[in-house]
């Protein structure tokens, strides 16, 4: 892992014409640093550069010191996150996403909206809506809710999949599934302009191939859906099922 500090300073080459330096928090890596301001602003003589505080003598020093406190938590918060849930190598890239925010947004509420999308526009079966709603129901439960495109890596896919091995007890071909869902949706996002983020470049999704004279149910849905393409259904049921 890579090593890094986080400081806070006050950057007194950016003085304003009233004569106060903007107060910021400091993470360095590699010797190379990268800043994010706290929001204020204070006169030089009212900063304390051994406690890294405001003086009592500001009038708002109380609130000041504690917005200090707390980018600082957050800072560190996000580092440890992006080095041992992730698995990413911490570098400046992955810095400046912290100190800057993750400009790609919330893939969950994304795949929400655009699961929502297909449902009312019709383009799936209704069979195939429901297992999509159950694999974005496994996948909001893994990821806690919320997670930005940018924080779905390899490792954090392979983890996933385990996990719905493991924990859940699906099959190989069923955790195929769901993350082949996951893809589409990568897909749709960046089509649309949402995201350039794309963990499945380097992901091979594995289908396990089984000799065995009944259908999966990708493949009776995929037939369904052709079937209902072409107002064949009924027909196309009977040979899904017998």
Request: glycine share 4%; hydrophobic share 35%.
């Amino acid at each position: 892992m890579a090593n890094y500090s986080i400081n806070v300073v006050l950057r007194t080459e950016k003085l304003d014409n009233q004569g106060r330096a903007p107060i910021y928090v400091r993470i360095s890596i590699n010797r190379k640093h990268t800043y994010k301001s706290i929001g204020f602003k204070v006169a030089p003589e009212y900063w304390n550069a051994t406690t890294k505080e405001v003086t009592k003598k500001v009038p708002n020093h109380v609130l000041i010191n504690s917005v200090i406190r707390k980018v600082q938590i957050e800072a560190q918060t996000k580092l440890l996150e992006q080095q041992m849930i992730t698995g990413e190598e911490l570098n400046q890239t992955a810095v400046k996403r912290i100190t800057q925010g993750d400009t790609d947004g919330d893939l969950i509420k994304y795949m929400e909206a655009w699961l929502n999308h297909i449902e009312q526009n019709k383009t799936r079966a209704p069979e195939t809506i429901r297992h999509m709603k159950g694999d974005l129901k496994k996948w909001k439960y893994y990821t806690g809710g919320s997670i930005h495109f940018s924080r779905v890596t390899v490792k954090y896919l392979e983890e996933f999949k385990s996990w719905l091995m493991n924990n859940m007890g699906l099959a190989n071909n069923t955790a195929w599934r769901v993350l082949k869902f996951i893809r589409t949706a990568f897909n749709a996002a960046i089509k649309e302009g949402v995201t350039k983020h794309y963990p499945f470049k380097h992901y091979n999704l594995v289908y396990e191939e089984k000799l065995k004279g009944w259908l999966e149910r990708e493949e009776v849905e995929a037939i369904w859906e052709a079937a209902q393409r072409e107002n064949m259904a009924p027909s196309y049921k009977l040979v899904a099922y017998n």
